[in-house]
């Protein structure tokens, strides 16, 4: 059964770091472009980041450039998204994704989801 797994979220104070990790079982993630994705209440699911299989290029929304760096592990089959300077913007559900065709940040062109983690940021 494939099967991502997210962790890490949390209540954070803004100006504050987390950092999500998403775990696969049942396949092996090098082969897939791995996404953050995001979804606030009320609001369409969003893009955050994407790194490729390799490692060698990652994508950034540009909400998040220069605060939020994405990793991945392809020997312990996990991706992680380092978030920094966290604002309440920021909070949502937060779900990794895994794309076996495309670089990209296209919602649609991911095949498999996890089930998401909440990210609160709040004072």
């Known amino acids: 059964q494939l099967q991502l797994v997210e962790s890490g979220g949390g209540l954070v104070q803004p100006g504050g770091s987390l950092r999500l990790s998403c775990t696969a079982s049942g396949f092996t993630l090098g082969y897939y472009t791995l996404g953050w994705f995001r979804q606030a209440p009320g609001k369409e699911r969003e893009g955050v980041s994407c790194?490729?299989?390799?490692?060698?290029?990652?994508m950034y929304a540009d909400s998040v450039k220069g605060r939020f760096t994405i990793s991945r592990d392809n020997a312990k089959n996990t991706v992680d998204l380092q978030m920094n300077s966290l604002n309440p913007e920021d909070s949502g559900i937060y779900y990794c994704?895994?794309?076996?065709?495309?670089?990209?940040?296209?919602?649609?062109?991911?095949?498999?989801w996890g089930q998401g983690t909440q990210v609160t940021v709040s004072s």
């Open positions: 790194i490729s299989s390799s490692g060698g290029r990652t």
């Open positions: 994704a895994a794309d076996a065709h495309k670089f990209t940040l296209a919602e649609y062109e991911y095949d498999w």
